[in-house]
């Protein structure tokens, strides 16, 4: 640079580069696929199977399972986060109107094990703490203490 030359401005992608420390990004790891019997396979751990679907957030996830028949999944889109959101956790058991229709539903934690086709003998449950000291309202004390009851999904 010549002397009493301007000092060329830094551009705004150099400026956040030269902030932002190097990160490696890590590499996801494939399965390999096995042939059995001439077709590709994949196979999967349930370790494996409960890191995804910790992943993915189903660890979380509550199922509906109606009695007999149901409203369109296009009606149950727009009915659910309407009316029934809290209402779908804090019941074991109830019906949805819609039409004039009555629709009876049971919802209970989802599992790997979830077969839509078999009754299961897991059922969500609410707890009331009454007269709980406020000293106790944490997050990790609430579900410590609902660990009594079974797995902890979610705080109200």
Do not use: C
């Not at 009493?4 to 890590?26: D, H, M, N, R, W």
């Not at 009695?67 to 009915?79: D, H, K, M, V």
């Not at 019906?95 to 049971?106: K, L, M, S, T």
Request: charged residues 20%; aromatic residues 10%; positive net charge.
């Amino acid at each position: 640079m010549a002397e009493g030359e301007a000092v060329p401005k830094p551009t705004y992608a150099a400026q956040i580069i030269s902030k932002t420390p190097t990160q490696s990004v890590p590499k996801t790891q494939l399965k390999s696929i096995k042939y059995v019997h001439g077709e590709p396979t994949l196979q999967f751990t349930f370790k494996e199977l409960d890191e995804f679907a910790t992943e993915q957030g189903l660890h979380q996830a509550i199922v509906m399972k109606f009695s007999y028949g149901a409203p369109e999944i296009q009606e149950l889109r727009s009915i659910l986060p309407k009316q029934f959101a809290i209402k779908v956790l804090s019941h074991q058991s109830g019906y949805i109107q819609f039409n004039g229709e009555h629709y009876g539903y049971r919802t209970f934690p989802w599992t790997l094990s979830f077969n839509p086709k078999e009754e299961t003998s897991r059922a969500l449950a609410w707890l009331s703490m009454p007269g709980l000291p406020t000293s106790l309202f944490a997050r990790k004390s609430l579900l410590s203490i609902a660990l009594v009851a079974g797995r902890p999904i979610a705080i109200d």
